[in-house]
């Protein structure tokens, strides 16, 4: 099975920047979505970056411009790019992976999930 490990979070001040990293145990063909998620105390696990079976990303409204995945297919990670970090981007953030659909989305719920990493931003 598919095993993700996130690394890179902390603390930094609004403005600052982060890079988060998904380790995967091993790269499989079929798992053709791949994302991050976030989820602040209090509040629903929120959608920040996924990228489809056809290599599109999809950015969350409000981590448009600042944030960019990046895959490296040679060491099986997923790194996410944060710049212009907002107080509100504070939470821990998830990786995860899903098989497609059918109809060439990405399977809901997301199949496969890291253990999350915290992002600290203070103002």
């Known amino acids: 099975q598919l095993q993700l490990v996130e690394s890179g979070g902390g603390s930094v001040q609004a403005g600052g920047s982060l890079r988060l990293s998904c380790a995967a145990s091993s790269y499989t063909y079929s798992i053709r979505c791949m994302g991050w998620f976030r989820q602040a105390p209090g509040k629903e696990r929120e959608e920040v970056a996924v990228?489809?079976?056809?290599?599109?990303?999809t950015y969350a409204d409000s981590v448009k411009g600042r944030f960019t995945i990046s895959p490296d297919n040679a060491k099986n990670t997923l790194y996410l790019q944060m710049n212009s970090l907002k107080p509100e981007d504070s939470g821990m953030y998830y990786c995860?992976?899903?098989?497609?659909?059918?109809?060439?989305?990405?399977?809901?719920?997301?199949?496969?999930w890291g253990q999350g990493t915290q992002v600290t931003v203070s103002s």
């Open positions: 990228r489809s079976p056809d290599m599109i990303t």
């Open positions: 995860a992976a899903s098989p497609r659909t059918a109809a060439g989305g990405c399977t809901r719920p997301f199949a496969y």
